[in-house]
């Protein structure tokens, strides 16, 4: 599982997690990861921008635990497969959202390079189909509502604060299945389980059959809900059911007289329990697992450009990164701007010298990546805290 889990799942790390957390109990994982750089909020805006990507079915708003009517927020259009949707207006869905309404974005795991190579990660880790959701609260803690864990979860708080509560639930291994959406399948049983504040950067693992409540204790919180999807056992019998249609027996009717059902039955089974066990039934579940994984490979283009190997000087003589209760931030003298959670110690480097070069950078910091890099030297270029060198 090694060491592509290990920032994620600290303190614990993944050797105590997988023994004594994983698929028992929520695990709350204070700090935040180290050598992970976290999308703030302009990368984030930057993905709501994706206009092309979002519709109705993607981009939900909910306003008092009610979803609001795709009319309300959206407006026809056509998808990228040349098909009818609803898309997102901006302007609208702000205003919703100054009015106490959560702003929900579905499937974003890919949309951000920081949040691929966490979604990635888990996906091996795991050996599972990693999903996330972005959920974005502008007014502190809207109502909650209590919903069941059908998946593993992993929420990570990018901005702000989060809330949560887990209780246990009534139906032990649930699924994501009309039969278990019921009124009464988030019905919680006993005592909570856990209740936790999260800050900036703080992982909480939700094992799957909990039922938790979970909200922006602040306001202006981000944070992803990473849905941990591993094949079970109805998975496995879609697979074998695939491979029995090769046997006869299997194609055949049901007997008709009533006297040759047992043996039937007991010949069904034991020809079912053959084929699982055997070198087909192994090999389909080995498939079934390497199928729920994704290859999340980056792409890699040619170097080079107009804007690179660019150099840079910093553009103030009192620069500090301290940290505050509220998080790190960048302190000059005109004042202070907050820094995203993962980036003090690119700052920090940045701030200790009169003069640098992107690539420098990004040598010095190779978990980062180039695209978040790239981010943090725009946005500070913007602040005017950095100018291009002549």
């Not at 009517?69 to 959206?74: E, F, L, P, Q």
């Amino acid at each position: 599982m090694g060491h592509r889990l290990e920032d994620i799942l600290a303190p614990l790390g993944a050797d105590a997690f997988f023994a004594d957390y994983a698929g028992r109990r929520p695990a709350h994982l204070t700090g935040v990861p180290a050598r992970r750089a976290l999308p703030g909020w302009p990368e984030l805006a930057e993905l709501l921008n994706m206009s092309a990507v979002w519709s109705a079915d993607t981009l939900i708003v909910l306003h008092q635990g009610e979803t609001v009517a795709a009319a309300r927020y959206c407006e026809p259009a056509t998808d990228r497969d040349l098909q009818p949707t609803q898309r997102p207006i901006a302007e609208r869905v702000l205003a919703l959202q100054a009015a106490g309404a959560v702003v929900v974005a579905r499937q974003v795991e890919t949309l951000a390079p920081a949040l691929k190579r966490i979604a990635a990660d888990l996906e091996t880790g795991f050996g599972a189909h990693v999903t996330g959701d972005l959920h974005l609260h502008r007014t502190a803690k809207p109502p909650p509502t209590a919903a069941v864990a059908t998946s593993d979860l992993l929420v990570l708080v990018l901005s702000g604060a989060a809330e949560i509560e887990v209780r246990a639930g009534a139906i032990e291994h649930p699924v994501p299945h009309p039969k278990f959406a019921g009124p009464d399948s988030a019905t919680p049983v006993g005592a909570p389980i856990l209740t936790a504040r999260l800050a900036a950067g703080e992982r909480l693992y939700v094992p799957r059959g909990v039922i938790h409540t979970l909200v922006g204790a602040d306001a202006d919180t981000a944070f992803v809900v990473f849905t941990i999807a591993r094949p079970g056992g109805l998975e496995l019998l879609h697979a074998l059911t695939e491979l029995a249609l090769d046997e006869p027996f299997f194609r055949a009717g049901l007997p008709r007289a009533e006297a040759d059902r047992d043996a039937y039955l007991a010949e069904f089974g034991s020809r079912f329990a053959a084929l699982a066990a055997g070198p087909r039934g192994i090999a389909a579940t080995l498939q079934l697992e390497r199928g729920f994984q994704r290859d999340l490979t980056d792409y890699t283009l040619p170097a080079g450009g107009p804007s690179a190997h660019a150099r840079y000087r910093r553009n103030a003589s009192r620069l500090e990164v301290v940290e505050t209760p509220e998080g790190w931030q960048l302190r000059a003298a005109r004042g202070a701007v907050p820094i995203p959670v993962g980036r003090e110690r690119l700052v920090a480097w940045i701030v200790a010298r009169a003069e640098f070069s992107d690539d420098e950078l990004g040598a010095a910091f190779p978990d980062a990546g180039p695209e978040v890099v790239a981010t943090l030297l725009r946005d500070l270029a913007a602040m005017k805290v950095i100018v291009t060198a002549s």
